[in-house]
């Protein structure tokens, strides 16, 4: 109902609508309340219920996943199940896909809401936990119980009302119509009859409270002479206020003034200032009076930047308030920048009109120009070093090109004449001699060594591995034959794991693997009972490879110097330092790690980690 149609109602309406109303109303906002408020508290302890169970199930499938087992993470899913609310559980792995899963779509009767949860282990994401919960059955308890408080409204307003009726008929309706006559005089200025109420409640006061107004309309009456007299001498006093404000807003003009905030006012259709402010001569250098000249904005403003004007001047302008940046030719050949903001509006007689103020914000666009050149330099700077980068790798290329050409075709030459001295003139060489020849060939030997080693270090920096499933246990077999016919009559104990799988690049594991089993089979050369062991343990979860001997180890002090470039910790042996730092960076190409543990005259341990096939689940323990 519109409020010009409720002026219009009689009073005992009014009355009856005011009553139902405040009966409906507390009823009903109490009803609405407290339903939303046991709602809320429903949807709040279902998502509290919904993220302990989402947490449970993310701590009970740490282990089913780690070790792809649903059978261990069946039990926890059937319990989680057993709660009506839910609907679905679904546990991804993050490789496999669907791990477990659990649906019941005949229990949805209202919303569902879905949480997810990753499943980590060792800092590594190893799965998903998703639960679909479903509210309808506390959203219908909520509205049976609305229900029940509709009902219960509804017989409170139906024996309330009739008791309401009949009271505000005898103690309400009807001392109000007698007011209403009494007030009636009071606006007739029928000031004599004294107003006499016997009754002792609020309308009796009422009727009291009128009758005070009456004698105080009386004596209003006789005093308002007086006040016609006060009103003269106000007038008077307002006068003076007036000129007092003008003063005061000379003042504020001169303040305005003396700020580096520049106030004008303009003429849309005109297309000239009316008003400008003292501070623009000093910004660019002419006297005030051109500024007022209508050709102004076309002469010195910027040619670039006359299109604002237009923009600003034109009846078209799509907004009331404008703010840009332009810029103004100032006397001495200078280009000032100015931030114009613009307010547009019509006067009395509809002439749009023009108001704002201006600032000099050169400086701050000098310091942007500035800043705008330094990231043109710092975007050259960038290109540069990319280029000499570029430059720099193709250098390195050639040089492993003249590595590989130029210094093995000398030592090759060094190896074929001493093989030719050592052939056709061993018998006319003295013992002396042959020894000096075969220090050359060694040294020759152990250069080209080097060399090969040099640029497999260096390939192998910008070499992609790739990996494929590979079994650790027969690369190493076949490496150990390797040096078993080298050296045939050597006895040696071996220990190594079988199907031991990993997912590798073969060509450079097997030159890891190796290296590692290189330095085991030398570092053992001297021991009465030597030993190599390959095998696998498992630490925190995760599978951890190692390759052990029981040579002559080393001091751990020294271990920052093994994976280094041309470090060696035993002189005594051969080698050039090269090894152990290409096994490095292959481990690392992998996204593993290597460490070792060694006592001097104990042996020493090589641990390394790979990652493992996918259709690999569980690794033996050695």
């Not at 639960?131 to 308890?141: C, N, T, W, Y």
């Not at 690049?505 to 001297?526: E, G, V, Y």
């Amino acid at each position: 109902m519109s409020i010009p149609t409720m002026k219009n109602l009689s009073l005992r309406t009014a009355l009856v609508i005011a009553t139902l109303l405040g009966l409906l109303l507390p009823a009903s906002v109490n009803s609405v309340l407290l339903l939303t408020s046991r709602l809320q508290q429903s949807r709040v302890q279902n998502a509290q219920d919904h993220q302990r169970i989402a947490d449970i199930l993310v701590l009970g499938m740490q282990e089913p996943l780690w070790n792809l087992s649903p059978d261990a993470g069946r039990p926890l899913l059937d319990s989680v199940m057993s709660d009506e609310r839910i609907i679905r559980v679904t546990v991804n792995d993050t490789t496999l896909g669907v791990f477990l899963s659990a649906n019941r779509p005949e229990r949805r009767t209202g919303n569902v809401h879905t949480l997810s949860r990753t499943v980590t282990k060792q800092g590594n994401s190893i799965g998903t936990v998703t639960v679909d919960l479903d509210d309808g059955k506390e959203i219908s308890a909520i509205e049976q119980e609305q229900r029940l408080y509709t009902g219960a409204v509804v017989l409170q307003v139906v024996i309330s009302l009739a008791l309401i009726l009949f009271l505000l008929n005898s103690r309400v309706v009807k001392p109000l119509a007698r007011l209403s006559q009494q007030s009636l005089k009071l606006a007739h200025r029928q000031l004599d009859e004294p107003f006499v109420w016997a009754r002792k409640d609020e309308i009796g006061q009422l009727g009291h409270n009128l009758e005070s107004t009456r004698q105080s309309l009386h004596a209003l009456i006789e005093a308002l002479e007086l006040k016609n007299l006060q009103l003269e001498a106000d007038i008077l006093s307002r006068r003076q206020i007036e000129s007092a404000l003008r003063v005061s807003q000379d003042r504020y003009k001169r303040l305005v003034e003396s700020t580096q905030v520049i106030p004008w006012d303009a003429n849309a259709s005109e297309w000239r200032f009316t008003y400008i402010g003292q501070q623009a001569e000093k910004l660019l250098g002419y006297p005030l009076t051109l500024w007022y000249h209508e050709a102004f904005l076309s002469n010195y403003l910027h040619p670039d930047d006359r299109h604002l004007a237009y923009q600003l001047f034109s009846d078209h302008a799509d907004t009331p308030e404008q703010e840009f940046e332009c810029r103004f030719l100032a006397k001495d050949g200078r280009t000032v920048w100015v931030l114009l903001v613009a307010a547009s509006h019509a006067d009395n007689e509809g002439v749009r009109q023009l108001q704002g103020f201006m600032i000099d914000i050169s400086t701050r666009k000098q310091a942007e120009l500035g800043l705008e050149q330094y990231r043109h330099h710092l975007e050259e700077t960038i290109e540069v070093q990319t280029r000499g980068l570029a430059a720099a790798n193709h250098e390195l290329d050639s040089f492993s090109h003249s590595i590989s050409t130029d210094l093995r075709s000398p030592l090759r030459t060094i190896e074929g004449f001493s093989q030719v001295l050592m052939e056709d003139y061993s018998d006319r060489l003295d013992t002396n001699a042959r020894g000096y020849l075969a220090r050359i060939r060694s040294a020759a030997h152990s250069m080209t060594t080097l060399i090969d080693d040099l640029l497999s270090l260096a390939r192998l920096s910008r070499s992609d591995a790739r990996r494929q499933p590979l079994d650790l246990s027969a690369l190493a077999l076949e490496i150990i034959e390797e040096f078993q016919l080298l050296q045939p009559d050597r006895q040696i104990d071996l220990a190594i794991s079988p199907a031991l799988n990993v997912e590798a690049d073969p060509k450079l594991i097997r030159i890891a693997l190796h290296n590692l089993l290189d330095n085991a089979w030398k570092f053992t050369s001297q021991q009465t009972n030597p030993r190599i062991s390959l095998g696998v343990t498992h630490v925190h979860g995760q599978s951890v490879y190692y390759v052990a001997d029981n040579g002559v180890g080393f001091d751990m002090a020294q271990a920052s110097k093994l994976f280094s470039p041309f470090q060696r910790l035993h002189s005594d042996y051969s080698g050039n330092g090269i090894g152990l730092a290409l096994v490095q960076r292959i481990i690392t190409r992998h996204d593993g790690r290597i460490w070792t543990k060694s006592s001097p005259g104990e042996g020493a341990t090589f641990y390394f980690t790979l990652p493992v096939p996918r259709h690999e689940p569980d690794l033996p323990t050695a």
